[in-house]
Nanobody, 118 residues
Framework: QVQVVESGGGLVQAGGSLRLSCAASAIFNVNVMGWYRQAPGKERELVAG???????NYADSVKGRFTSSRDNAKNTVDLQMNSLKPEDTAIYYC?????????????WGQGTQVTVSS
């Protein structure tokens, strides 16, 4: 059974740090693992993505503050979030994407709440 499970969210003061972790099970050949977030009243947006080769992509709003790392053997991905701002408050979702030919299969976690107080 495919599972994508996040952990590590919580409440932190502005300027603080949090680390999110995600594990994807029963999914093989995951091409990209990443983190998305969705704030109230806003669309879900990409925060960070990392390929199986280690190439990373970050949203402009988090560059220099967030760092993503991945363990291909374990199908895990982490997100280290430093210098957090109130505008980082959102539900953070882990995504595991598998590309087969022209098709892309996305697997999502249930989300973890990150709240940054001012």
């Amino acid at each position: 059974q495919v599972q994508v499970v996040e952990s590590g969210g919580g409440l932190v003061q502005a300027g603080g740090s949090l680390r999110l972790s995600c594990a994807a099970s029963a999914i093989f050949n995951v091409n990209v693992m990443g983190w998305y977030r969705q704030a109230p009243g806003k669309e879900r947006e990409l925060v960070a993505g990392i390929t199986s080769c280690g190439s990373t992509n970050y949203a402009d709003s988090v560059k220099g503050r967030f760092t993503s790392s991945r363990d291909n053997a374990k199908n895990t991905v982490d997100l280290q979030m430093n210098s957090l701002k109130p505008e980082d408050t959102a539900i953070y979702y882990c995504n595991a994407a598998r590309v087969l030919g022209s098709k892309k299969y996305n697997y999502w976690g249930q989300g973890t709440q990150v709240t940054v107080s001012s």
